[in-house]
């Protein structure tokens, strides 16, 4: 059944239409030619006819002389072929080849007049006299017109033509158009069946390729149609397709491959926040089990409480952290930049990071610039920021080393470094240390793990102003972040 509002069937129409018309245009083009050739070739023999007409006149009249009488006779013998001369013999010769003429050019059948300059008739041949309006031929002028004369097309020439005797005369050949126009008429015919035949074949076939080309379009749609969250492993097959469908089935696999990535990491995130959730609740689910078995003294519902409440700690710090991490990625809108130096602000930090080294007895140093460095930021964020590198240069750099906290300014951005001399990280690792929840397996167990999530709140931060994070690294000499955040 044929669907009007389908792109094949529009497709269809449009190539048919557009074929259409320049069939129509290339016929007129055709026909009109034929029509011009046609009565050209009939003018040029008319023309052809009038002047061999006159010719023999004339010949005659040189061998007859030129003699009213004689003039007369000559065109009437000519047109007419009548009468008779005493000198017939002088003519003979030119009588013959003139017969010849009439029969070569079919001259029987065609209206020969001869007319005076005012176009009264002196001869008329045996088809009789056209009453042709002279006035419409210019009598010094060749003139070709169609005329209707007893319901018969007829194409006509005027001839004006002179003797050596004097006097001005014209010679008027109408012969039939009949040949001309029944050409005309079949090849006319010929154009109106063709036409619409090649049309319904062009539509016929447009529409079969229409469909081919089209195929993959149906193929993207019954796949569409099967994928679920579940099954998204079907792909539409790009063999055989045109190349712009080619791009059109690679993008739509493309689309399929990245929302199976996204499926299956938004699968293993929901299981990381479960399982990170699930053994601090578990532990708080243990202690609390073992404490109720038996009447407890207030010290121990103390000492138990205080564990459950650093558990809870615990799982708040990752769903706050997991909340960050969302606002960071989808809403950075709401975070408002303000222009601040940078110098000042990573003095403070600097202050503050003083305390929490203490214990380590780890040193901190600062090297700044000595002229200011605006950027645009968020204080709150960034200060998340360089205390998440400082917590891990910390915990991963043993007792007596060292931390490093440098702004150096270069191309208009502001590089900021946070180095340790800690354990350092695997060149495997540090492509991965900013993963969600991705924790290196440390053997050291001294250091507390925390959550993993820690260096993703930084990346994000990093890419909320608009910068760029790496790290350098060597296994037992320490590592290096290096923040890099352009200026205003
Ligand atoms: P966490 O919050 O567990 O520390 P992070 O995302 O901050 O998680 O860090 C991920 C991993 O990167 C850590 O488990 C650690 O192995 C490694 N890492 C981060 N900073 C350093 C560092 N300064 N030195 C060595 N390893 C580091």
């Known amino acids: 059944m044929i669907k009007f509002n389908s792109v094949r069937f529009k497709i269809s129409v449009l190539y048919t239409a557009i074929l259409g018309l320049i069939l129509v245009v290339y016929s007129a083009f055709l026909y009109l030619s034929l029509h011009h050739t046609l009565y050209d070739e009939l003018d040029n023999e008319l023309n ?158 447009g529409r079969l390729f229409a469909k081919r080309i089209l195929n993959p379009v149906v193929e993207i749609t019954k796949t569409a149609s099967n994928i679920t969250h579940e099954d998204l492993n079907a792909r539409v097959k790009a063999e055989h397709v045109d190349e712009e469908m080619k791009y059109l089935v690679d993008a739509f696999n493309d689309m399929i491959s990245r929302l199976e990535e996204s499926f299956k990491y938004i699968a293993e995130f929901s299981s990381h926040v479960a399982h990170e959730l699930k053994t601090p609740l578990a532990i708080i689910k243990g202690e609390t089990e073992v404490v109720m078995r038996k009447e407890r003294n207030i010290e121990e519902y103390k000492k138990l409480n205080k564990a459950n409440l650093e558990e809870v700690e615990r799982m708040l710090k990752i769903i706050n952290d997991l909340l960050l991490l969302t606002r960071l990625d989808y809403r950075p809108e709401v975070f408002k930049l303000e222009r601040f130096d940078l110098v000042e602000f990573l003095k403070d930090i600097y202050e503050q990071s003083k305390g929490l080294v203490s214990q380590k007895d780890i040193a901190v140093t600062l090297d700044m610039p000595d002229d200011q460095c605006d950027i645009n930021g968020e204080r709150f964020h960034l200060r998340r920021l360089f205390f998440n590198l400082i917590d891990n240069a910390i915990k991963f750099t043993p007792k007596n080393g060292k931390i490093g906290i440098t702004l150096k300014k270069k191309d208009k951005k502001s590089i900021v470094s946070i180095s340790d001399t800690g354990i350092g990280i695997l060149d495997e690792d540090k492509s991965k240390i900013f993963d969600r929840f991705y924790r290196v397996d440390i053997m050291d167990k001294k250091i507390e793990h925390g959550s993993g999530l820690g260096l993703s709140i930084v990346q994000s931060i990093v890419k909320m102003h608009h910068g760029t994070i790496h790290v350098t690294s060597q296994l037992n000499k320490g590592s290096t972040f290096i923040v890099t955040i352009p200026f205003l």
């Open 48 to 205: 052809v006819k009038a002047s061999e007409t006159a010719g023999t006149i004339s010949s005659y009249l040189d061998e007859l002389g030129y003699d009213q009488e004689f003039f007369i006779f000559a065109v009437r013998r000519v047109i007419c072929l009548e009468g008779e001369h005493p000198e017939q013999d002088k003519i003979r010769d030119l009588e013959e080849l003139w017969l010849r003429m009439v029969d070569k050019f079919d001259l029987k059948e065609d209206h020969v007049n001869f007319l005076d300059s005012k176009g009264q008739s002196i001869v008329c041949s045996g088809k009789g006299f056209i009453p042709f309006n002279i006035k419409a031929a210019q009598e010094d002028k060749t003139l070709f017109k169609s005329i209707r004369y007893e319901k018969r097309n007829l194409r006509l020439i005027s001839l004006p033509v002179s003797f050596k005797g004097g006097g001005h005369y014209m010679i008027q050949i109408a012969t039939s158009l009949k040949p001309v126009i029944h050409l005309l008429q079949i090849r006319l015919l010929h154009i109106v069946i063709s036409i619409p035949i090649i049309l319904l074949l062009a539509s016929f076939f």
